[in-house]
């Protein structure tokens, strides 16, 4: 294994010593097959941190099911960052525990860390390194070997859109080419899970779409994402589940579409007929999905339990009455109203409980 002396690399013109100065070793890794069948890459129970008389991160319980992206949402302060750093070994919980990848997550097992990408928020990367060579050294921390770095880094820096900029110093890099260089880092030992913290943070509207695409690719390769923001429409647009949390409370979690169903119930489709009549206005009232229909001018406002699209259905059964469809639109509430709600709830409980 390469020997690599961190200080140097990192603070250069500074002589290595003490803990600098030493190889890093990583355990091998456990058979990737080994996994397939794995039910939650992540899964605390009553996991808890406290600084002084603050509890940042109180009794959460969290599962992260495989082959998901599943965001972690929730205000500035909420105990999102706090939780990551645990999940990858930073900090120390003061209380619960957690698994990752099926195994309990401990000081003493490297090799459990070592299977995980992580990508802090802002990631601070040295700005006199080009940024081939920085992913050939965190190449070299996680003991692959030359071949698999010729190989390894080369695929991401043009996954994340930098193989044309890999020799220029990342003091040049824009903050959006910062932010795609810490993902590539993140990926490098090929893990079965990658966690972002905040990474579309202060990107501009296009930065945000070039994040957002990665962790799409990311997640095709058969990769578990848990995506740490405060962004809504980010979280919207890319995850498939969603934990909520507010003052280090897990407040919702489940998939997205789950979540949001729990909170504003069903959906409007309104929907303007021309023809309207009172055997149209009964063949809808008819289908099983329908909870309720009432009549406005030539609008017909249908009440639906369920989130699958019944356009059609409707469409058809409207039709069939004699009537004729002019425009059709659903009306349900976005996350962001979701998520102001549940936090609102959750703010009257903890001021109840005091």
Known sequence: MNR???????????????????????DPRVNTEELVSLEFVIKTVDLTKKYGDLVAVDRLNLEVEADTVH?????????????????????????????????????????????????PELPKLPKHLKGRELLDIYGRMYGMSKDAREKQVPRLLDMVGLKKRENDLIGEYSKGMQQRLGIAQALLNEPR??????????????????????????????????????????VEQVCTHVTIINKGVAVASDTLEQVSTKVRGPSILEVEVDKLTETVIKKVKELPFVADVSKDGKKLLVEVKTRDDVRSSVS???????????????KGESLEDVFMDLLGKNKKKVEAAK
Do not use: C
Request: glycine letters at 14%; zero cysteines.
């Open 4 to 26: 690599v002396d961190l200080k140097t690399f990192f603070f250069p013109g500074q002589k290595a010593t003490g803990a600098f100065n030493k190889e890093f070793k990583v």
């Open 316 to 330: 058809q059964v409207i039709a069939a009455g004699g009537g004729v469809v002019m425009s059709m639109n659903l």
């Open 193 to 234: 899970l990658v966690i972002l913290d905040e990474p579309s943070l202060g990107l501009d509207p296009v930065g945000m779409v070039e994040i957002r695409e990665i962790m799409k690719e990311i997640a095709k390769e058969g990769v578990t994402v848990f995506l740490s923001s405060h962004l809504l429409h980010e």
């Open 71 to 119: 965001g972690f949402l929730g205000p500035n302060g909420a105990g999102k960052t706090t939780t990551l750093k645990m999940l990858v070994g930073l900090l120390r919980p003061d209380g619960g525990s957690i698994s990752v990848l099926g195994q309990e997550l401990g000081w003493d097992k490297p090799d459990v860390r070592s299977r995980i990408g992580y990508m």
